[in-house]
């Protein structure tokens, strides 16, 4: 059963999506605004992506034995803009939504912790995704079809992210559809010619799309962000790198790089030079959504001036949140 849920039906794996949902929210228009005033001081960060229902066990056991289950928010990019909504900054999420019970429980749960959401849309001609997270064997998507997989750059045309001090992205969009692809596209496009500065958080998923694909796109996307943020397995996996010092001359028009290698902790690449903070050592839990934690901590410390030694110890101290929990986000 799920736990303080609505319920609903979920259809096998090989439906693509796990639910035919009443579309309420959109009467006579295929895609619907939010509906929240938009608050008048511009955000600092602006974060751009999918965010699906997250089902998850009340305890960590494998789905497959679990019985009580909790009905969470999660996407990698909306991940990034509560953990930095904690941390007391102004953070937008842009994305698209189905116009049903789930779309509309994402909004809500995300705008009371804090998130901007009046760059969010309705869509009534797709569905919400959703994800499992299975404790110990990673997560289960049901997203394909879903309506931010639908989004193409002209969804953006009213997103002022270039008055943003940072853009937000990761390498999971371009893997969604063709027209999400064009989207981060177009966005790296439209930053170049402003001051905002682009985060990219490289975020290979195997499952989302084959690697001879994802290697060369997400190294190209790197290459045209400020601050890249990738993990030393996934770059190895990638790439072939083995070492930081091997990513760094692979990538080296960023003008920052972080790179994180687990718990052994992250090393950042400046013009300030190169520096490693080593991670905090933590009973491990889950670790599905320590690399969103630890994104948002560093680019918190970026935002306020904080060294390269601090910002990293600030990214530790938010994974080190998630890793002791089953969620992807800070308690409220």
């Known amino acids: 059963m799920i736990a303080a849920g609505p319920s609903f039906v979920l259809l096998d794996a090989h439906s693509h999506m796990c639910c035919t949902i009443c579309n309420s929210l959109a ?25 699906m229902v997250l089902i ?7 789905l497959e034995t679990a019985e009580l289950f909790r009905l969470e928010t999660g996407g990698a990019e909306s991940n990034v803009a509560v953990h930095l909504s904690a941390l007391g900054h102004h953070a937008a999420w842009a994305s698209h939504l189905g116009a049903d019970p789930f779309g ?23 569905p919400t995704g959703f994800y499992f997270k299975d404790p110990g064997n990673g997560v289960i998507y049901y997203r394909a079809g879903s ?10 045309a009213d997103v002022p992210f270039e008055q943003a001090a940072i853009t ?5 969009t371009p893997s969604l559809s063709a027209g999400c692809s064009a989207l981060i596209d177009s966005v790296l496009d439209r930053a170049k010619l402003s001051d905002t500065v682009v985060s990219f958080d490289v975020n290979y998923r195997a499952a989302l799309w084959p690697i001879e694909e994802a290697a060369p796109t997400l190294l190209a996307l790197a290459r045209r962000a400020d601050i890249v943020l990738v993990g030393l397995d996934e770059a190895e996996v990638l790439w072939g790198t083995t070492t930081p010092d091997q990513v760094r001359a692979l990538l080296e028009a960023p003008d920052i790089l972080v790179i994180k290698d687990g718990d052994v902790g992250a090393t950042e690449f400046s013009a300030e030079g190169t520096v490693f903070v080593p991670a905090h050592k933590v009973d491990v839990v889950e670790a599905v959504g320590a690399g969103d934690a630890f994104a948002a901590g560093y680019l918190s410390g970026y935002l306020t001036g904080l060294t390269p030694e601090q910002r990293l110890g600030l990214g530790h101290d938010r994974a080190a949140l998630v890793l002791q929990s089953t969620t992807d986000l800070p308690t409220l």
């Open 27 to 51: 009467h006579n228009a295929h895609v619907v605004d939010s509906g929240r005033v938009q608050p008048n001081k511009q955000p600092e960060v602006i974060a751009i992506g999918e965010t």
């Open 56 to 62: 998850t066990p009340t305890v960590a056991e494998p």
């Open 104 to 126: 509309r429980r994402i909004e809500r749960q995300l705008r009371e912790r804090g998130i901007d959401t009046s760059l969010v849309k309705f869509s009534a001609d797709a």
């Open 147 to 156: 309506a931010a997989s639908a989004m193409t750059p002209s969804d953006l």
């Open 168 to 172: 937000h992205i990761s390498g999971i």
